[in-house]
C-alpha cells in the first residue's frame, strides 16, 4: 500500500521555521534553537527523500541554525569581547523571523482584498476618431491628382523606367571593379580629401553605385586609402595613406 | 449647470476615459478649482455607493476612475461564462507586502526580510504594474529603490498608502 505525503510549499526558509515554530506551539522569542534545528534538518532530509528540489538559502539556514546551536553549546571563551564583535545570532534570526511573519501577516491581508476587489471590471479607453488621427487626405483628391503624383516621383529618378520591360537583356558590366579602382588610385593621388557622399553625388547608375562602392572598399583593403567618421552619420572623409616606403 | 449637471458632466468624461484621470484634469476641463473638484467628486462617490449603482467611481492617489461594483462580480462572471483571472501567489503577495510597507526599498532589501532571491518576482510584479521602479539609491551600483503604484492601490481597494491596514507585530 502506497500513500501521499502531501508537503506544504514553503516560501524559503524563513516560512519554514515559521511553520515549525507555530507547530511546536510556542512563542518565536521562546524557541528553542535545539529542538527546531533538529526539525528544520528533518524536514529537509525529508524534502531530500521526496526528491524535492532544496534550494541554497534553506542550506545557508541550516547552517546558520546549527552555528547559533554550537555557540550555545560552547561556554565562550571571551565574553566581552564576543559582544563587541558581533550581535547574539539567536536574537537576530528571532528579528528576522518576527520580522517575516509581520509582512506574512501583511500577505495574508492583502490576499482577503484582492479577492473582493478583483471583482471590480474596467473600461478600455473609448477609441475616438479624431481630426489629427484621420488619414491626411483633402476632399478634392482624384485619381488624376494621384497620378500626378506618382509621375513626378518617377521623374525625379533620372533613367528609372516606368515600365520594366518584359524581356531582360543581360548586358556586360560597363565598368568593372578593377577599372574602377584604377580611376580611383588616380583620384585620390589627384585630390587630398575626398567626401563619401560627395564621390557618388553625380553617379546616378546602380551598377555604377555598386561598383565604386567595392572599389572602394577594394583600396581601402589594399590600404591604399584611409577613412575617417567624425560623427556618427556624418560624412566619412576619406584620403589617400602616406605610404612609408 | 447646476450640481447635477456638473456631476453628469464628469461622469460622461469618466465613462469616455476609461483610464484613471486626476482631479486636477476634471478641474481644467470644467473650469474649477481642484478642491472643489475633490469635494464634488466625494459626494458623487458617495452617491454611487449610496444608489448601490453598477458603476462605482474607484479613487485612487487623486486620480478617479469607473469600474463595476466588486459586490455584483458574480453576474458579471456568469455572464462572461468564465471565472476571474487567476490571483497572486503567496510568495508575490508576501514581496508585494514588503514593497508596500517598506517603500522605496530595494531588492536586496526585500530578499532579506523574506531570506529567498525575489529577482523573478520583483520583475513580475514590474510587469504587472503593481511595482515600479521609484528612484535609485545613492550608494555603488545605485540600485533601484521600488515603490507601488496606483493600479496597486486600485487593485487593492485602497485610495492612498494610508489606507494599508497597520503592519501589526506579533
Not at chain 1, 552555528?67 to 547574539?88: F, N, T, Y
Not at chain 1, 471590480?120 to 494621384?146: F, G, H, R
Amino acid at each position: 500500500m502506497s500513500y501521499v505525503v502531501k508537503l506544504d510549499q514553503f516560501e524559503g526558509p524563513l516560512d519554514l521555521l515559521l511553520h515549525l515554530i507555530s507547530k511546536a506551539k510556542v512563542k518565536i522569542e521562546d524557541v528553542s534553537i535545539t529542538e527546531i534545528t533538529e526539525q528544520y534538518l528533518e524536514m529537509l532530509h525529508l524534502m531530500e527523500k521526496f526528491d524535492i528540489e532544496i534550494a541554497s538559502e534553506f542550506l545557508v539556514m541550516a547552517a546558520t541554525l546549527l552555528h547559533i546551536k554550537s555557540c550555545i553549546l560552547v561556554p565562550r571563551v571571551k565574553p566581552e569581547l564576543e559582544e563587541d564583535d558581533e550581535a547574539d545570532p539567536k536574537q537576530e534570526l528571532i528579528t528576522r523571523l518576527l520580522e517575516y511573519k509581520k509582512y506574512k501577516e501583511a500577505a495574508s491581508r492583502l490576499k482577503e482584498r484582492e479577492a473582493y476587489f478583483s471583482g471590480m471590471y474596467y473600461k478600455l479607453p473609448e477609441e475616438i476618431v479624431t481630426k489629427d488621427t484621420e488619414d491626411v487626405l483633402t476632399l478634392d483628391t482624384s485619381i488624376a491628382l494621384l497620378q500626378d503624383a506618382l509621375c513626378k516621383l518617377l521623374q525625379t529618378r533620372p533613367g528609372s523606367r516606368v515600365r520594366t520591360p518584359l524581356i531582360h537583356e543581360i548586358k556586360r558590366d560597363p565598368i568593372t571593379v578593377n577599372e574602377k579602382v584604377n580611376y580611383l588610385k588616380d583620384y585620390f593621388t589627384r585630390n587630398s580629401r575626398i567626401s563619401f557622399f560627395g564621390i557618388f553625388e553625380d553617379i546616378h547608375d546602380r551598377e555604377e553605385i555598386i561598383v565604386t562602392f567595392l572599389a572602394l572598399l577594394e583600396l581601402l583593403s589594399n590600404n591604399f586609402i584611409e577613412v575617417k567618421q567624425d560623427i556618427p552619420f556624418g560624412d566619412i572623409v576619406m584620403k589617400r595613406r602616406v605610404s612609408n616606403g | 449647470m447646476d450640481e447635477r449637471e456638473v456631476m453628469g458632466v464628469i461622469e460622461s468624461i469618466l465613462f469616455v476615459a476609461g483610464d484613471p484621470i486626476s482631479a486636477k484634469e476634471i478641474g481644467q476641463i470644467l473650469e474649477m478649482d481642484v478642491r472643489n473638484v475633490r469635494k464634488l467628486m466625494k459626494k458623487m462617490i458617495d452617491c454611487f455607493h449610496f444608489e448601490r449603482r453598477g458603476l462605482q467611481i474607484v479613487m485612487a492617489n487623486d486620480t478617479y476612475q469607473l469600474a463595476t461594483r466588486p459586490e455584483y462580480s458574480n453576474y458579471i462572471e456568469k455572464y462572461i461564462g468564465q471565472d476571474r483571472a487567476q490571483s497572486l501567489s503567496q510568495a508575490s503577495l508576501e514581496t508585494l507586502a514588503i514593497v508596500a510597507y517598506r517603500q522605496p526599498v530595494t531588492k536586496a532589501d526585500v530578499e532579506s526580510v523574506r531570506g529567498v532571491k525575489c529577482d523573478y518576482i520583483i520583475n513580475m510584479l514590474v510587469n504587472r504594474g503593481l511595482i515600479q521602479e521609484v528612484a535609485r539609491m545613492n550608494t555603488p551600483g545605485r540600485p533601484i529603490l521600488y515603490g507601488t503604484t496606483d493600479l496597486f492601490l486600485r487593485s487593492f481597494g485602497l485610495t492612498s498608502l494610508n489606507e494599508l491596514p497597520p503592519l501589526e507585530a506579533e
